[in-house]
T-cell receptor, first 114, second 111 residues
Framework: NAGVMQNPRHLVRRRGQEARLRCSPMKGHSHVYWYRQLPEEGLKFMVYLQKENIIDESGMPKERFSAEFPKEGPSILRIQQVVRGDSAAYFC????????????FGPGTRLLVL | ELKVEQNPLFLSMQEGKNYTIYCNYSTTSDRLYWYRQDPGKSLESLFVLLSNGAVKQEGRLMASLDTKARLSTLHITAAVHDLSATYFCAGLGDSGYALNFGKGTSLLVTP
């Protein structure tokens, strides 16, 4: 059973460009969570999605950030017009049911904004 | 909002020694998680603690939960180099699904 997949693993963008981060949950999981890890910090919750629905995006910046989890295909975290402060590791996690099951994390995408 | 504090943040210990990492949290949390992260890698789930007095052990690691004191501990017995990593504790916030993480404890086990 493949784990949570994320790609790309590393992404370099110049200020003002767009970043698209992809996450495929574990097989059988329909709940996806995105977290951001800044250097020397713990992970911070960004958004929680189920198929075709955003359940909670309270941890996501109001501007430039968006997330989706379409009926088919991976979940996408999109950052428009990136700035240097967006440089971080972005982790996706999935679970089979919310709050009942452990969240399993992907390998992360390390975004560097030049 | 649930706040999670770990200490120490950095820990260097010799092989064969014992030590405890502490995790305090500010409000009631239904469950407490411990994760391990190796440099540049993802988070690996170690333990899920569900109730007061819960104790779980895996190899040289043992985790416990005291909900009244809002404290969880991760005890390391007879440390070996392979345990070198960053250990995070996390609790479920009011939402019931968003994990609130501590800053992590970077553990280095030296010969």
């Amino acid at each position: 059973n493949a784990g949570v997949m994320q790609n790309p693993r590393h992404l370099v963008r110049r200020r003002g460009q767009e970043a698209r981060l992809r996450c495929s949950p574990m097989k059988g999981h329909s709940h996806v969570y995105w977290y951001r890890q800044l250097p020397e910090e713990g992970l911070k919750f960004m958004v929680y999605l189920q198929k075709e629905n955003i359940i909670d995006e309270s941890g996501m910046p109001k501007e430039r950030f968006s997330a989706e989890f379409p009926k088919e295909g991976p979940s996408i975290l999109r950052i428009q017009q990136v700035v240097r402060g967006d440089s971080a590791a972005y982790f996706c996690a999935s679970s089979s049911r919310d709050s009942e099951e452990t969240q399993y994390f992907g390998p992360g995408t390390r975004l560097l904004v030049l | 909002e649930l706040k999670v504090e770990q200490n120490p943040l950095f820990l260097s210990m010799q092989e064969g020694k014992n030590y405890t990492i502490y995790c305090n949290y500010s409000t009631t949390s239904d469950r407490l998680y411990w994760y391990r992260q190796d440099p540049g890698k993802s988070l690996e789930s170690l333990f899920v603690l569900l109730s007061n007095g819960a104790v779980k052990q895996e190899g040289r690691l043992m985790a416990s939960l005291d909900t009244k004191a809002r404290l969880s501990t991760l005890h390391i017995t007879a440390a070996v180099h392979d345990l070198s990593a960053t250990y995070f504790c996390a609790g479920l916030g009011d939402s019931g699904y968003a994990l609130n993480f501590g800053k992590g404890t970077s553990l280095l086990v030296t010969p």
